[in-house]
T-cell receptor
Framework: DAKTTQPNSMESNEEEPVHLPCNHS???????IHWYRQLPSQGPEYVIH???SNVNNRMASLAIAEDRKSSTLILHRATLRDAAVYYC???????????FGTGTRLQVFP | EPEVTQTPSHQVTQMGQEVILRCVPI?????FYWYRQILGQKVEFLVS????????KSEIFDDQFSVERPDGSNFTLKIRSTKLEDSAMYFC??????????????FGPGTRLTVL
């Protein structure tokens, strides 16, 4: 299983963009990169995933480095509701379990 | 929007007692999971379940744990004889299909289990 490194915590002001980095230098060529988040006192929630190309959805954008050893989750305009722990999770094609690390705790200030 | 539901939201039990945690996955989903999160720690995978069989389990999921899909809607986690260290949030998750690492998992709100 690929190891990930994320900052323990980050801060942002409301309505500013947030870039959450993740290093996954041991990722396999067939692993998808998934991002989940966990709001306080809730279950994890899927955010986005990608393989090689950058991806956008209604929640966020995912920028994947060309060598795939790192990725960045981008929240274009942070809201107070985005305060959560964000997890970067490489997903192997041959297993469906999610292996959570310690993630990045994002604080958003008004 | 369909969602995974879990009952009860909080379960308190005495050490050595059996507990059953219940989950109702999203109705057209075929793959089901249990995870747990001890307070202040990581979310940990316990077990995955498909077609009425366990497809994968972690080292945590020992003989004290079992899972069952007793009918078309419920998915349960049973702990036969609870220990203090079983105190945690237990999350159920489901997904409609497996597509080589691409599918997202939908999580329930969790059941907080407190073992006294």
């Amino acid at each position: 299983d690929a190891k990930t490194t994320q900052p323990n915590s980050m801060e942002s002001n409301e309505e500013e963009p947030v870039h959450l980095p993740c290093n996954h230098s041991t990722i396999s060529g067939t692993d998808y990169i998934h991002w989940y988040r966990q709001l306080p006192s809730q279950g994890p929630e899927y955010v986005i995933h990608g393989l090689t190309s950058n991806v956008n959805n209604r929640m966020a954008s995912l920028a994947i480095a060309e060598d795939r050893k790192s990725s960045t989750l981008i929240l274009h305009r942070a809201t107070l509701r985005d305060a959560a722990v964000y997890y970067c999770i490489p997903r192997s094609y041959n297993t469906d379990k999610l292996i959570f690390g310690t993630g990045t705790r994002l604080q958003v200030f008004p | 929007e369909p969602e995974v539901t879990q009952t009860p939201s909080h379960q308190v039990t005495q050490m050595g007692q059996e507990v059953i945690l219940r989950c109702v996955p999203i109705s057209n989903h075929l793959y089901f999971y249990w995870y747990r999160q001890i307070l202040g720690q990581k979310v940990e995978f316990l077990v995955s379940f498909y077609n009425n069989e366990i497809s994968e389990k972690s080292e945590i999921f020992d003989d004290q744990f079992s899972v069952e899909r007793p009918d078309g809607s419920n998915f349960t986690l049973k702990i036969r004889s609870t220990k203090l260290e079983d105190s945690a949030m237990y999350f159920c998750a489901s997904t409609p299909t497996l597509t080589s690492g691409r599918n997202e998992q939908f999580f329930g709100p969790g059941t907080r289990l407190t073992v006294l």
